[in-house]
Antibody, heavy 121, light 110 residues
């Protein structure tokens, strides 16, 4: 069974930094692209960033480009999101999501339960 | 800026059929956008329903189906049940690693 467990959320001041982690199990982590998706309170879902399979590239939404960095450690089956220069509008539940299998894996097939990031002074 | 459009809200009677749509502000949606659909109830993580236009995710009942209708992607729920009352989101793949969510449709079953 696929399990994705996010951690690292919390309260941070505007301009601060936070690193989120997503521990994966139940599948061959290195074989799948992974993503972060967020949801601000009372709002819809927003794709944030993706990391391709081993050797794959990294991709970012315009709203976080230059401030957030996605990375992965395949030896630890863990996905990360380093968030710098945080803004009030970055406050959200951040979900880790596994991308689908195959060549056309442009979808999210499993989700974690999310970790809450609050940005406030 | 690419905008993916969904109806903000929709209602359906129990046992009825409803079709939710997913459009693009600047183009017609085709299978080349690999549309996918997700269901979310308040306080819960999303659940994957449909991917690659019309492939049901594992465990999803066959009363959920996906298609292209005209110039939009569509999610049809046949025989709506009370626990289908949720928010539904579509995602389109824009290429170059970029995915865009629609704003979501709040479905009421009453």
């Amino acid at each position: 069974e696929v399990q994705l467990l996010e951690s690292g959320g919390g309260l941070v001041q505007p301009g601060g930094s936070l690193r989120l982690s997503c521990a994966a199990s139940g599948f061959t982590f290195s074989s799948y692209a992974m993503s972060w998706v967020r949801q601000a309170p009372g709002k819809g879902l927003e794709w944030v960033s993706s990391f391709g399979r081993s050797g794959g590239g990294t991709y970012y939404a315009d709203s976080v480009k230059g401030r957030f960095t996605i990375s992965r450690d395949n030896s630890k089956n863990t996905l990360y999101l380093q968030m710098n220069s945080l803004r009030v509008e970055d406050a959200a539940v951040y979900y880790c999501a596994k991308r689908g299998a195959g060549a056309a894996s442009y979808y999210f097939d499993s989700w974690g339960q999310g970790t809450l990031v609050t940005v406030s002074s | 800026q690419t905008v993916v459009t969904q109806e903000p809200s929709f209602s359906v009677s129990p046992g009825g059929t409803v079709t939710l749509t997913c459009g693009l502000s600047s183009d017609s949606v085709s299978t080349s956008y690999y549309p996918s659909w997700y269901q979310q109830t308040p306080g819960q993580a999303p659940r994957t329903l449909i991917y690659n236009t019309n492939t049901r995710s594992s465990g999803v009942p066959d009363r959920f189906s996906g298609s292209i209708l005209g110039n939009k992607a569509a999610l049809t729920i046949t025989g709506a049940q009370a626990d289908d009352e949720s928010d539904y989101y579509c995602v389109l793949y824009m290429g170059s690693g970029i995915s865009v969510f629609g704003g979501g449709t709040k479905l009421t079953v009453l």
